[in-house]
């Protein structure tokens, strides 16, 4: 059972370890998929940009065509007035005449405001293009340095992935099922130690009884908080549980 229970410990520091390798690949994933996602963000600023300049280049080809078909109708008008010789006509077609400058004056109003408008967004689209190419060039760099961490995370992944098969073998099949299940659960230690009476993992005090039961550790004994598997650490034996405060507090102050 003692020997089972160390096999168990094996395998659970290298899950832990395996663990805390997967949060850290996860947060590198993430800071991955930001740097690609501002990217993507200014291509599609760009590529909306470069349709609004497509589309105010088409209005004023329109609007250049308007305003010479103003010009060469006011022109046939003139022309028309030229050879008339009665005065209503005259008069008539003066109010042409007049209608027709104001609409090209309109049309080359219109035209002019598109220039403008054509000038800020050619701007704009030029800023938009040096920010992405910048970004782009920053990026590359951590891009390169993320996926080779992702890179070494994952050879690292392999090492723990062959130790714990190799662990694995000896470990008793059902104890490592019941193990695995509870891993899958708490994704943290599921196997601890009782320390002064209480859960390692919940901290919740215990019974004497079941400490007993754990000290004799003739089965598997669950934490009745968290479910945990609990196991006897052996200096406790040894030491026996009232030293045992003693013995934390100087552990403490050396480490600290
Ligand atoms: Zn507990």
Redesign the pocket.
């Known amino acids: 059972m003692q020997e089972a229970l160390k096999v168990i410990l094996e395998i659970q520091e290298l899950d832990m370890k395996m663990l805390r390798l997967m949060r850290v690949k996860k947060e590198r994933q993430k800071e991955l998929n930001h740097l690609r996602a501002i990217i993507d963000d200014f291509k599609r600023q760009v590529s909306e940009k470069d349709e609004a300049v497509f589309e105010i280049k088409k209005s004023i080809r329109i609007m250049e065509t308007q305003v010479a078909e103003g010009a060469l109708r006011i022109e046939r008008l003139e022309a028309k007035q030229n050879a008339v010789k009665k005065v209503e006509e005259f008069n008539a077609l003066s109010h042409e005449i007049t209608s027709a400058e104001r609409e090209r004056t309109n049309f080359e109003q219109q035209l002019s405001d598109l220039t403008d408008q054509l000038s800020q967004e050619e701007d704009s689209l030029k800023q938009l293009n040096e920010s992405l190419a910048s970004t782009e060039n920053n990026s590359r760099a951590l891009e390169e340095e993320i996926k080779e961490s992702i890179r070494l995370i994952n050879e690292e992944g392999q090492i723990l992935f062959k130790e714990r098969e190799s662990e694995k073998v000896k470990a008793p099949e059902e104890m490592l099922r019941i193990y695995e299940r509870l891993l899958h659960n708490k994704k943290d230690r599921v196997l601890?130690p009782i320390e002064n009476r209480t859960?390692?993992?919940?901290?919740?005090v215990?019974t004497a009884q079941h400490e007993n039961l754990v000290r004799k550790g003739e089965r598997l004994v669950f934490?009745?908080?968290?479910?945990?598997m609990h196991y006897w650490q052996e200096s406790e034996v040894a030491d026996g549980t009232s030293a045992a405060p003693k013995r934390r507090r100087r552990r403490t102050t050396t480490t600290s």
Do not use: D
């Open positions: 601890v859960c390692g993992g919940c901290h919740i215990l934490c009745e908080h968290c479910s945990r």
